[in-house]
């Protein structure tokens, strides 16, 4: 039985029980079960448009679907690039991350120290080739590497210096 027929019963036996209309606690009872019979109309309608949305959300899951496909292709995405960072532990200090911005999409994601010395990846977003150019680093870091040895030279002929009395 759902809830308009239960109220219907209710509202049966209240019928049945022939009480006087004119008492005040009988104008209460039916009071209430008028009150029961709309909230059970209410529900009715409550329950046909939770329905509805249902449907309509279903809908947008297939089209959202649909749209994976075309963006994506055959899984392509989805077996790759699954968005499961959950083996990178941000706070453990052996091993170095890096955010990475893709050119051509814009998108972010995480690499590690290995896959940034490869010198390339692929975007897990749109395909492209992600270069890394460490020219100008190695640059850097050639200057200061020659910066460093004039300072051990200079040091090295103060030392040898004799010592003025």
Request: charged content about 45%.
């Amino acid at each position: 039985m759902n809830l308009t027929e239960r109220i219907a019963y209710i509202r049966g036996l209240a019928e049945g029980l022939k009480l006087d209309e004119s008492k005040d606690e009988v104008k209460i009872i039916n009071a209430i079960i008028d009150l029961l019979e709309d909230m059970a109309y209410d529900v009715v309608d409550m329950e046909d448009i939770v329905d509805d949305v249902c449907n309509q959300v279903d809908e947008i899951d297939e089209d959202l679907a649909e749209v994976e496909e075309e963006v994506y292709g055959d899984g392509y995405y989805d077996d790759r690039f699954d968005d499961d960072d959950d083996d990178i532990d941000p706070y453990n200090d052996d091993e170095a991350y890096y955010e990475v911005t893709c050119p051509s999409c814009g998108e972010t994601t995480i690499i590690d120290e290995d896959a940034l010395i490869e010198g390339e990846l692929e975007c897990p977003y749109c395909a492209a080739q992600i270069e890394f150019d460490f020219s100008e680093l190695n640059e850097d870091v050639s200057e200061l590497e020659k910066v460093e040895d004039k300072k051990i030279a200079d040091e090295k002929i103060e030392d040898d210096k004799p010592e003025e009395e």
